[in-house]
């Protein structure tokens, strides 16, 4: 069995690449297919795969900018030639699902996200706080173009597997199609409980509009807590104007770093709405609480604290691993934190480390492995 892996870009280690790298694992031979590689971004056992880029990586200034050729990615992923391939492992949140596979291939797409530059968040990415007039109307041309590729080349996937729920739906209005859940690896074992937690909140993220970094920035302005922001990206500069003295960018970390971060921090802030969310799960692997937008995947990984529920109270039947928030606004977040403080008394670390267990990487891999080769063999039984 011949297979090729696609990618959308190889520009970082993020949780997109977590999950390519548990398909690099499965299938050692694989060639990999991307738009754009970075040597030296992503981790080892991805950099050592048989890596074939498109005509994108020679363009002018791709490396720092390849966003900017977003009009050409379906073009480009397109040309990429797999004949003789027997299986097909797309993994995207862009274009990778949109490669044109031989007539005998299976292919199975794992997906993040539909284009969410063109769907759901194209406001937040191309508003005129952060584009300028001109690529506001060009982009705006290309957006119907880019809608009407993305539903289209939905139907060279044979099977859809997805990272939670929140993204099946989305499928389901965008592509008209169905999917699987399987959620994405938490390698749990790179992180560890600490005896005791230290005066400051985190943010782990990367520096994207849809985040909604500015949320959490305003919040901690006002309250004058201690926050560190682990993270970079196209945001970055905005965001560090935006920030007071008690609020620290300490740019991207390696993974130990992170790990005492984690552990030590009073609780991860998350104030996105996510397809799904690694970090938090992270967070909780370290037996650290969650304060997350009580909104998208994050509803499928916090158990929150209900805010009905007294200090006093019986906990509900499910230990709590955070609390949620339900609007995306500086006031909505200030009382989350505001009532995290007053009961972090019902929050035991080793029961939020072993609520992340359940999505722990061998799971994964395991799910993620049985679901291929079912599809695979379903596929070639039916053809």
Known sequence: MKVAIIHDWLTGMRGG??????????FPDADLYTLIHIPGSVSRVIENRNIKTSFIQKMLGARKHYRFYLPLFPL??????????????????????GVIPPPSAVHICYIYTPMRYVWDLYEDYFNKERTGWFFRKAIRIFAHYLRMWDFTSSGRVDYFAAISNHVVKRIKKYYRRNAEVIYPPVDCDKFSLSEKAEDFYLIVSAFAPYKKLDIAIETFNHLGAPLKIIGEGQDEKRLRSLAKSNIKF??????????????RCKALIFPGEEDFGIAPLEAMASGRPVIAYGKGGAIETVISLSHQLPVTSHQSEKT????????????ALIEAVKYFEENQGMFDG?????????????????KIRSYIMEKYMEHGFHR
């Open 17 to 26: 690449e977590k999950c390519l790298e548990v398909f690099c694992e499965i």
């Open 76 to 97: 480009a992923i397109e040309s990429f030639n797999l004949k003789g391939y027997d299986l097909i492992i797309s993994s995207s949140h862009c274009v990778a699902k």
């Open 250 to 263: 300490l740019g991207w970390q390696s993974d130990t770093v992170l790990k005492e971060y984690y552990s």
């Open 320 to 331: 709590p691993t955070g609390v949620f928030f339900y609007e995306q606004t500086p006031e």
């Open 350 to 366: 080793q029961s939020v480390r072993n609520h992340a267990l359940k999505f722990d990487r061998n799971i994964f891999k395991e």
